[in-house]
């Protein structure tokens, strides 16, 4: 930047030079006769031209390398500080939006280096100096090309302002455009089975108007503030023209000075122009910038203790003692308390919305409890590290986060450390290749965005399969398997057995065979443990569980009546 911002200078004040190169061009050769001198001030000009350009190619190449490696730099560290942020951010902040400010923002501040290096480097110079030029011609003058500045004042400030509101509204807008494409992508077996092509298109189109109306007024209003230079640049001109014709006229000033202060005005004129200019897209820049600061200023809330270093627990035991986590003033979980034994499968059972997910994102801290205690083999899952923690658990649900890669990268994730053979068998664990040989390029196929061209069992064995590989001590299931036909069920069923053997396994149960195995059944019901015991224990009691049991297996009667 440094020294882009020396070129700059050389390369404004170049325009001085030519300014004040013209005085002796009239006064010696032109006025004075001195022919002579034609080569010398010439070729002076000329190398003038030649120095412009090589300053402003290189300036320009230095700049831009400062702008992408600004921007690239910026988009790195504001994706590892969203990654830094606890589920909830996201879940108030669209992925639409978020993908505006990472994207959108930074390509907004991007010019700002340009913008602030070509401004104070080349064109301030190029003021300074031309002005410099003036006064050294005629002080006088370089007072009256000045008169119409004030009238600049005011009119600015309120067109910076201006700008500034529009800017806001528009990356608003822009946000707003770049989580309805988002929506619309990928809810769109919604929209077509709605039949709400229409609905969606009317509202994008909607805010696309509203961009164009702030996009529109904003350049405006842009277009306002070098206007507004021009006005007060001919009013310059007018006032030196004035004064200045007559003392030529009279014979007081020679023609030569009034063309070298003449055309340093005019020289002046369009680095003016351009910082005018430069004034609106500085507010643009802003905008961006304190967006992208807002960001950098939100602090993660879930986070690693300073103190917390504790290795990996010794055993594997769950505790929750009287946790308590509300959304808003929505209370979801009030006082839950129970154990799950290490080596064990606990079942969570439960009427929907009970609270049995939330409990899987506050053992793995999705998020935190407003109070209570949660404890990994009797200690505090707070007094660990977020990583270890982490490391802890395998989560399997049937919404397996996948991603647009091949079946086999779905699996490994990333990683490199994986022998073939530990590969093959954690694949034949989770029943994998009988589906994956079938298809036309085995593990190698794509999964689609998101995992779209996979049915739901196959995605499922993917997530278990990727549970194996991990290894964990402690297995979180959330046996989704009811939308599976009774072969996949199967083939899940008995790959979630196998994962589950040996570890401490809280699976949330949805159908009465894992329950019936289950070493130990909490349910939940309202946020809270209604009873919890084993299969008969809880049968017997004829409560919540065993009317659920009722309700389920009337259910299946029914089915297969
Ligand atoms: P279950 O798994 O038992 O069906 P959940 O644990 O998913 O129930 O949800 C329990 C309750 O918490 C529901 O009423 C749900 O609306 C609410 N809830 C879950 N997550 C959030 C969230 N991020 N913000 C607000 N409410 C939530």
């Known amino acids: 930047m440094a020294l882009a911002a020396l070129l700059m200078i050389i390369e404004g004040s170049t325009l001085a030079f030519l300014s004040y190169a013209l005085k002796p061009l009239f006064d010696r050769v032109f006025v004075g006769g001195e022919v002579g001198a034609v080569w010398l001030i010439g070729g002076f000009i000329l190398s003038l031209f030649f120095i412009r350009a090589a300053t402003s190619v290189a300036s320009r190449a230095l700049m831009t390398a400062v702008a992408q490696r600004t921007a690239a730099a910026l988009q790195v560290d504001m994706l590892r500080h969203l990654l830094t942020l606890e589920g909830g951010f996201f879940q108030t902040h669209s992925p639409g939006k978020l993908i505006e400010r990472v994207q959108g923002d930074t390509a907004a501040v991007q010019s700002v280096w340009t913008l602030l290096i070509t401004g104070f480097g080349r064109d301030t110079v190029a003021l300074i100096s031309l002005a410099v030029v003036a006064v050294a011609i005629d002080p006088v003058w370089a007072a009256f090309a000045i008169v ?84 007060v640049t001919g009013i310059g001109f007018f006032a030196v023209i004035l004064f200045g014709g007559a003392q030529i006229a009279s014979g007081e000033r020679t023609v030569g000075d009034f063309m070298a202060f003449f055309s340093a005005m005019s020289l002046a ?76 499968t606990t079942a969570l059972v439960g009427p929907s919305g009970a609270g049995k997910s939330t409990i899987f994102n506050l053992l793995t801290r999705l998020v935190d409890p407003q109070s209570g205690v949660i404890e990994l083999g009797g200690q505090d899952i707070l007094d660990f590290d977020l990583d270890r923690l982490r490391d802890q658990f395998s989560v399997v649900s049937q919404d397996a986060s996948l991603f647009d890669e091949t079946i086999r990268e779905n699996i490994l994730l990333g990683r490199t450390d994986i022998a073939e053979a530990d590969l093959q068998r954690a694949l034949q664990a989770a029943h994998v290749p009988e589906f994956a040989e079938a298809l036309p390029l085995g593990l ?67 159908r009465l065979a894992t329950v019936r195995n289950a070493d130990k059944i909490v349910v939940l019901e309202n946020g809270t443990v209604a009873e919890e015991g084993t299969h008969e224990t809880l049968l017997a009691r004829d409560g919540l569980y065993a009317s659920l049991c009722r309700l389920q297996f009337s259910d299946e009667m029914q089915g297969r009546g």
């Open 148 to 231: 119409g500045t004030p009238l600049l004042i005011l009119p600015a400030i309120v067109a910076q302002r201006y700008i500034r509101r529009k800017v806001q509204h528009l990356r608003q807008q822009a946000e707003q455009r770049a989580t309805r494409l988002d929506e619309i992508f990928h809810g769109i077996t919604a929209i077509k089975l709605n039949r709400i092509e229409g609905y969606q298109l009317g509202r994008f189109s909607q805010i696309i108007a509203s961009i164009v109306r702030a996009e529109t007024k904003s350049a405006a209003s842009r277009a306002a503030i070098p206007a507004l230079i021009d006005i």
């Open 269 to 344: 004129f369009q680095p003016l122009r351009r910082l005018g200019d430069m004034a609106g897209q500085w507010q643009i820049a802003l905008v961006s910038l304190r967006r992208i600061y807002g960001l950098f200023d939100r602090e993660p809330v879930v986070r690693s203790r300073a103190a917390a270093t504790p290795p990996s627990p010794a055993d594997t035991g769950l505790r929750l003692d009287d946790v308590r986590l509300s959304y808003g003033d929505h209370e979801v979980l009030r006082g839950v308390s129970f154990t799950a034994e290490a080596g064990k």
């Open 444 to 510: 190698d196929t794509p999964a689609g965005p998101r995992g779209s061209s996979l049915s739901g069992g196959q995605r499922q064995r993917i997530a278990i399969a990727r549970a194996v590989l991990r290894d964990a001590p402690i297995l979180l299931l959330d046996e989704a398997t009811s939308a599976l036909d009774a072969t996949s069920e199967r083939l899940v069923q008995d790959a979630l057995d196998r994962l589950s053997e040996g570890r401490t396994t809280l699976v949330i149960a949805h």
